[in-house]
């Protein structure tokens, strides 16, 4: 439905380009980056879920963040791949509706990662029992929730009077702002509350984890025990840098200082590019995942 006194019922995605020697070769590109993107997060799922050995508190909360890039990416790929080929009209329910999830997966992803260095701190001093990743799971999850009402709300009681060229290759909540004929002051600092909390609260808990995981490694007598313990938490700490980096890189800078048509590009790498990385990056760098998948290959190929 539309907002109450809006005369906008659909909306026309901008897309990425407005070059049209661009679209065709970007248009592969991204749709290649999706197919990566899907087999990567859903190969890792079902490795998860079919190797007993991988049945532990790490693996299960990068089985959520793997189901989580799965959503995250089919929220926001197809939509931006039909904008290189025709124009992308969608309605305001649906509008609404993308903005949502994306909003949910986006700070869903935020919290989980903070709850995966809490287990990688744990896992050092006293490993975490189910119970504790399911309560951990329904807290990230909860704030998925709280911030994907809050944006959504912030948006519904916009109007928008006639312009609905939306500056993006999809429904994020700036470009919406910027449209907006009655967006004030309070819309802006909703946004920016709701942002500091689902980026701010889990940067926080991600530099006190790592500060006692580098206190406990230090306590670790043999190099070689040193050595594992890092290793462990590389691949955490790459997928937190490209997906905090260039969220707040996008989200906590004032517009004048970082136009949108720059922003959507910058937007590119926590909504496409992140999610295609974190299953390669937790599976290259994991003797456990590689052993998993090599058994899971050998049993298919002697069945």
Avoid: W
């Avoid at 929730?145 to 609905?164: P, Q, R, S, W």
């Avoid at 991600?206 to 590389?234: D, L, M, N, V, W």
């Avoid at 004032?254 to 974190?278: H, R």
């Amino acid at each position: 439905m539309a907002a109450k006194n809006s005369s906008v019922t659909e909306f026309i995605l901008a897309g990425l380009t407005d070059q049209p020697g661009l679209r065709i070769p970007l248009f592969s590109l991204f749709l290649g980056i999706f197919m990566v993107t899907l087999l990567g997060n859903l190969g890792l799922v079902t490795l998860i879920g079919l190797n007993s050995r991988l049945h532990t508190p790490m693996y299960f909360f990068l089985f959520n963040l793997s189901f989580v890039d799965f959503c995250y990416s089919t929220t926001i790929t197809p939509r931006m791949l039909k904008s290189f080929i025709s124009k992308s009209i969608i309605l305001h329910a649906e509008c609404v509706t993308q903005l949502f999830f994306f909003c949910f997966f986006v700070i869903s992803e935020s919290f989980l990662l903070s709850a995966m260095a809490y287990d990688r701190y744990v896992a050092i001093c006293k490993p975490l029992v189910y119970t504790a990743c399911f309560l951990l799971l329904l807290g990230v999850y909860g704030m998925g929730v709280f911030g994907a009402v809050a944006h959504t709300g912030n948006i519904l009681f916009l109007t928008f009077c006639a312009d609905n060229l939306v500056n993006h290759y999809m429904c994020d909540i700036l470009p919406l702002l910027e449209l907006s004929c009655n967006s004030s002051y309070i819309n802006v600092l909703v946004v920016f509350i709701v942002v500091t909390i689902g980026t701010g609260v889990p940067i926080v808990a991600i530099f006190i984890s790592y500060g006692f995981i580098i206190s406990s490694i230090f306590h670790i007598s043999s190099i070689e025990g040193r050595s594992k313990a890092f290793s462990t938490c590389s691949s955490h700490i790459i997928a937190v840098s490209l997906f905090f980096g260039s969220g707040a890189f996008m989200y906590l800078k004032p517009p004048s200082i970082l136009p949108l048509d720059q922003g959507k590009v910058s937007s590119l790498f926590y909504t496409i590019v992140v999610p295609m990385f974190n299953p390669l990056i937790y599976s290259l760098r994991n003797k456990d995942v590689k052993f998993a998948l090599r058994k899971t290959l050998g049993r298919l190929i002697f069945s």
